[in-house]
């Protein structure tokens, strides 16, 4: 996502036309969650529109379809996979293929996750994030998904909600969060050397700055190892996600210096009534 009805006038410049409203997120942030493709794919033309609103580093992370996943779980999709492949595909190595699966997807399905994966062009990166606790708790569930994923050179995307679900909502937003996203541990182990972690925060900064203290170290670590990590805030509201996002980079950085740090956001003007 890059737009959010709080940040125009605080993170985005107010009014802002929508093909310029990625650029504009894009001097805060350098990757994004392509969370609209998994609803329906868009239009060949409104990708380029998205590719030319960034530079050639930023990285995009497009969702597979839900018809894919969730509905026929990667039976009979040829025409629709070739469909999301031809739009999306003006991002070239900028976009990986995120395949979010449900949590009814399990250890007895992943030879089919493995049949898809293997059937994606080669050259496009592979990122699964899946839901079932067996993944998590039972070593040899762990160990196939890990296999397979593996194989055809895919990571593994932990969605961290930890400190979401560490003490009961304290608002009606964090409530909500609670009702609708998945209790996750937190899983720390890369596969490839682009690791990605979904982080969900709470509505407390202070909280949500303490959640995420464990990561630091562990992406601090992946650069230092030669990896390129990408990192995605969220918290139930999402309201301040692009200020901590770069708050989660800095707090990396003075442990990599040598990290590059995020580019320059365009001031924002008050709006005014004239």
Request: proline content about 11%; some cysteine.
């Amino acid at each position: 996502m890059w737009t959010h009805k709080a940040w125009p006038g605080r993170f985005l410049p107010q009014p802002l036309p929508p093909k310029e409203r990625l650029r504009a997120y894009a001097g805060w942030c350098n990757a994004v969650e392509g969370n609209t493709t998994f609803y329906a794919t868009p239009a060949r033309i409104t990708v380029e529109m998205w590719a030319q609103q960034t530079d050639p580093e930023f990285r995009f992370m497009v969702k597979v379809p839900k018809v894919v996943t969730h509905e026929r779980r990667f039976v009979g999709v040829e025409a629709e996979m070739r469909a999301f492949l031809d739009a999306i595909e003006p991002l070239g190595e900028r976009a990986v293929l995120w395949t979010q699966l449900p949590p009814s997807f399990g250890p007895l399905d992943v030879d089919a996750l493995g049949r898809f994966l293997r059937r994606l062009p080669a050259d496009r990166r592979r990122a699964v994030e899946v839901r079932h606790l067996d993944f998590f708790t039972d070593a040899r569930s762990a160990s196939l998904l890990e296999g397979t994923l593996d194989d055809v050179r895919a990571e593994w995307v932990p969605f961290d909600t930890e400190v979401l679900f560490s003490s009961p909502p304290s608002s009606e937003g964090e409530a909500e969060a609670w009702a609708r996203k998945p209790r996750m541990p937190r899983r720390t182990r890369a596969l490839t050397d682009r690791p990605v972690v979904r982080y969900l925060g709470r509505d407390s900064v202070e909280e949500t700055v303490r959640g995420w203290l464990p990561w630091t170290g562990v992406v601090a670590g992946w650069l230092r190892e030669g990896l390129s990590p990408t990192f995605f805030m969220h918290t139930p509201n999402n309201d301040d996600a692009p200020a901590l996002a770069r708050r989660f980079h800095d707090d990396v950085r003075a442990l990599v210096p040598e990290l590059d740090p995020l580019p320059e956001p365009e001031p924002v003007e008050p709006a005014t009534l004239f």
